[in-house]
């Protein structure tokens, strides 16, 4: 069965760096299009960046440009983001996420931001 396990999270102070892990299973990596998603208490869960296949195309929320990246390592069956330059607003829970037919996701890693 799919499975994706979120990794990463914690508290970190405005201006510091996190990297998120997603390690996947159950289905071809390689050939599917991830993404990260993130929620906060009472708003809906919100896209944050898509990555191809092979890793190449990559496309961001507007206000996570510059400061968050999101690679792949499809030996590793594992897609991170790294966020940089982190502000109190990024604070939420984070996903990622796979679409074939339905949404598939994990449990999600909390992230806070806080001095």
């Known amino acids: 069965q799919v499975q994706l396990v979120e990794s990463g999270g914690g508290l970190v102070q405005p201006g510091g760096s996190l990297r998120l892990s997603c390690a996947a299973s159950?289905?071809?990596?390689?050939?599917?299009?991830m993404k990260w998603y993130r929620q906060t208490p009472g708003k809906e869960r919100e896209l944050v960046g898509i990555?191809?296949?092979?890793?190449?195309?990559?496309t961001y929320v507007e206000s996570v440009k510059g400061r968050f990246t999101i690679s792949r390592d499809n030996a590793r069956n594992t897609v991170y983001l790294q966020m940089n330059s982190l502000k109190p607003e990024d604070t939420a829970v984070y996903y990622c996420n796979w679409f074939w037919g339905r949404d598939y996701w994990g449990q999600g890693t909390q992230v806070t931001v806080s001095s």
């Open positions: 159950g289905f071809t990596f390689s050939l599917a299009a």
């Open positions: 990555i191809s296949t092979n890793g190449d195309t990559t």
